[in-house]
Each structure stands twice: as structure tokens, then as C-alpha cells.
């Protein structure tokens, strides 16, 4: 009961030490809002959250669910192609020493460098936001996945021979289990990262989202809705990763 009541304490001070310190820093900043002000013209958005007043003018969980969506849909593609690729850069060598300099290239490819490139060829917004959602999170998962094939022990391969596994048990009764945990910890950072991407595309792109809404409320020099998208995607984002991290412990537990 003590330590229930200590981790719910904590974090409560912390939001409340931030709180005090935004509010300081308010009264020193001229044009950014105290969390009071932020309050009194987000307050809209946040008690009708799913209004719908116009194409930007909505509320921020109907914003926020467009942005998920994207971001689920990019995060599904990037995994899809980051996993097979991860586990081929890590069973064979050649395979690696072919494209791993490839891989080390793009891989620090900004998001606003990537997009661009998306609108050329997709001529619409919405595919070019999802190739670079895609592009842009699935290098976690290719580094995490390829590191955890090559830390499998020889003495695993060892015990498959000797059993006479095939090559597909091979992969789903010792491959797979042994790389799980680097594949959905790359999984997470993955997730993170497309949660990052879709902000910074929406901003770009002007769509309908967190990122589109933060955008326009910024010409339009209304912080205070600035910060009220700038904590929804805090707030989204910390969701985001602890439902990955329980997604990831039941997975361990039923191994």
C-alpha cells in the first residue's frame, strides 16, 4: 500500500513542480500563456473533445484519433519491412556486408528531408506522410531485431541440429522467442519515433491532425492552443509507450 501511495505521490509532484515552473516562467515571458490562461482558451477543445466545427476546428481528441491513425498505419508498415529486414541483416553476413552501409545512411535521414521526397512521388499528402512514417521508424526495429539474432547463443543453433529442427521450427520454437525482447524494444523506440514523424508531416502537409492544428494556431499567434497540442502529444505519446511495454511484458510472461 506505502509503495502504491509513493508512485502515485511522485509523479504528482513532479507535474505540480513543472506546473509552478511553467507558471514562473509565464510571468517573465511575455507572450507565453500561464497554465491558467492555456486553460481558459483550450478549454473548448478539451471539454468537447469530439466537436467537430471545421476542418482544423475540432476538438483535440478527434484531432489527436486522426493522428493515431496515421501513425498506426506508418508504424504497421515500418515494421512489417524493418523486422524480415533485421532478422536478414542479422542471420546472414553477406546479406550484412551488402547493405548495412545502405542501412547506416538513410538511417539518419531527417523526417523534413524524407517528406519532400514523398510528395514528389506520391503527389498527395496522406501516402507521402505514411512512406515517411514508415521510412523514418522502422530503423529501430531493423538495428534492434539484426542485434538480437547475432546475440542468439551458438549452444541455441547447437541444440536445433542436434533436435533435427527444420528451418521454420528452427525460427519460430528458437529464433524467434530468443529475439523478441530487442524486437519489441525496437518496436517501442520504433513507435516513438512515428508518433515524432506524424507531428512534424501533419505541420508540413497542413492535414488535419495534432501536428496540422498546432500549425495553423502557430500563424495564427494562439499559444496557448500551441501548448495545449504540445501536451496532447506529450501526453499521447507517453500512452503510446507504456502500451507498447505492457504489450511487450505479457508477451515475456506467456514465453
Not at 491513425?69 to 529486414?85: C, E, M, N, Q, S
Not at 497540442?229 to 501526453?235: A, H, P, S
Request: proline share 6%; glycine share 8%.
Amino acid at each position: 500500500m506505502r509503495t502504491r501511495l509513493i508512485n502515485v505521490l511522485l509523479p504528482c509532484i513532479g507535474v505540480l513542480a513543472a506546473g509552478l515552473l511553467w507558471f514562473a516562467v509565464s510571468r517573465s515571458v511575455h507572450d507565453l500563456p500561464s497554465p491558467v490562461k492555456t486553460w481558459q482558451e483550450s478549454k473548448v477543445y478539451i471539454l468537447q473533445p469530439f466537436e467537430k466545427r471545421g476542418e482544423m476546428d475540432q476538438g483535440i481528441v478527434l484531432l489527436a484519433s486522426y493522428s493515431l491513425w496515421r501513425v498506426a498505419k506508418g508504424f504497421l508498415l515500418g515494421i512489417l519491412l524493418g523486422t524480415p529486414l533485421g532478422f536478414m541483416l542479422g542471420l546472414s553476413k553477406t546479406f550484412h556486408r551488402m547493405f548495412d552501409p545502405i542501412v547506416q545512411v538513410l538511417r539518419p535521414i531527417s523526417p523534413l528531408a524524407w517528406l519532400p521526397l514523398g510528395l514528389v512521388v506520391f503527389q498527395k499528402s496522406e501516402p507521402a506522410a505514411l512512406f515517411t512514417i514508415g521510412l523514418c521508424s522502422m530503423w529501430p526495429t531493423v538495428i534492434n531485431t539484426m542485434a538480437g539474432v547475432r546475440a542468439i547463443p551458438q549452444e541455441y543453433w547447437n541444440v536445433a541440429r542436434v533436435l533435427r529442427l527444420s528451418g521454420l521450427q528452427t525460427f519460430t520454437k528458437v529464433l524467434v522467442p530468443a529475439v523478441l525482447p530487442h524486437m519489441f524494444t525496437g518496436y517501442r523506440l520504433s513507435l516513438g519515433i512515428a508518433w515524432l514523424v506524424i507531428v512534424a508531416s501533419e505541420m508540413l502537409t497542413g492535414t488535419p491532425g495534432v501536428g496540422g492544428f498546432l500549425w495553423q494556431e502557430y500563424n495564427s499567434l494562439i499559444y496557448a492552443h500551441i501548448l495545449l497540442c504540445i501536451l496532447t502529444i506529450g501526453i499521447v505519446g507517453f500512452f503510446l509507450d507504456r502500451m507498447m511495454a505492457y504489450v511487450e511484458l505479457k508477451l515475456q510472461r506467456s514465453n
